[in-house]
């Protein structure tokens, strides 16, 4: 039994891609959400460093 009416092929094709266009945001949001996370995770390493630091400097000038 085949589809030959032009909506139901139209119907199937928009279904496709919505379900392509919303797997499509999940990724890019995935991985968007990752690279910030990356970046929160060099910035916290830096405050630390940063505070490692100063606490170091501040104990050498006592």
Known sequence: ????????S??????????LAAVAIFLFSAVVGAVIGFIKL???????IAVAVGVVWVLRKL
């Open 10 to 19: 139209t119907a199937r094709k928009a279904i496709g891609f919505l379900i």
């Open 42 to 48: 060099l910035l916290a390493i830096g405050l630390v």
């Open 1 to 8: 039994m085949s589809n030959k009416s032009a909506f139901g």
